[in-house]
């Protein structure tokens, strides 16, 4: 079964400045795709950015990029010019490709940030 | 707005209570997910609809069903609730199984 890690609990950043948020998985499988999800206070889950693991490539979506390393199995998520509103709890998610249709995903644990005025 | 709408948004009941949750897709979206997420297990899989049939099975309890219906909406049936079955239940949706999932605001059920 895949797991997914996240081993910040809580990160802290001043508003403008750049923060890294760290995930690492566990699969034996060779095709799969990989999510950050923001959960705001609201309790909305707000897909940020997604990633296919047979793209070398990183994605990015505007100030979210994404630092994929698919020998380490590791997947952080990095927000340049951080703002008030990004303050949220941010998951990793892992999915498997679907070929059978089965394509839940399973989430890390969480991070929550902070934006710091 | 994701086009995903749960019904009710809370829910208050009693211990050894049953209750219904509703899921209404993105229009033209086939699969249903739901999930929990509790405090002290986080976010977790419980169960896959596609077209009406069941597609994966996750953490799902005995006391718990679920199913889809013709018209795609799902419900999510949970009996003789427990203190620790409260929780935030989450309902997301995608076209197919390989596309993306989109979540629905969620239902907050507290039991007492």
């Known amino acids: 079964a895949q797991t997914v890690t996240q081993s910040q609990p809580e990160m802290s950043v001043q508003e403008a400045e750049t923060v890294t948020l760290s995930c690492t998985y566990d699969?034996?499988?060779?095709?799969?795709?990989l999510f950050w999800y923001k959960q705001p206070p609201s309790r909305q889950m707000i897909l940020v950015i997604r990633?296919?693991?047979?793209?070398?490539q990183n994605a990015t979506e505007n100030r979210f990029s994404v630092n994929f390393q698919k020998a380490a199995k590791s997947f952080s998520l990095k927000i340049s010019d951080s703002q008030l509103g990004d303050a949220a709890m941010y998951f990793c998610?892992?999915?498997?490709?679907?070929?059978?249709?089965?394509?839940?995903?399973?989430f890390g644990k969480g991070t929550r940030l902070s934006v710091i005025a | 707005d994701s086009g995903v709408t749960q019904t009710p948004k809370h829910l208050i009941t009693a211990t050894g209570q049953r209750v219904t949750l509703r899921c209404s897709p993105r229009s033209g979206d086939l699969s249903v997910y739901w999930y929990q997420q509790s405090l002290d297990q986080g976010l977790q899989f419980l169960i896959q609809y596609y077209n009406g049939e069941e597609r994966a099975k996750g953490n799902i309890l005995e006391r718990f069903s679920a199913q889809q219906f013709p018209d795609l909406h799902s419900e999510l049936n949970l009996s003789s609730l427990e203190l620790g079955d409260s929780a935030l239940y989450f309902c997301?949706?995608?076209?197919?199984?390989?596309?993306?999932?989109?979540f629905g605001p969620g239902t907050r059920l507290t039991v007492t």
């Open positions: 990633q296919e693991a047979y793209k070398q």
């Open positions: 997301a949706s995608s076209v197919s199984p390989g596309n993306e999932q989109y």
């Open positions: 699969t034996s499988e060779s095709d799969y795709y």
């Open positions: 998610a892992y999915r498997s490709w679907g070929n059978s249709g089965n394509t839940p995903l399973v």
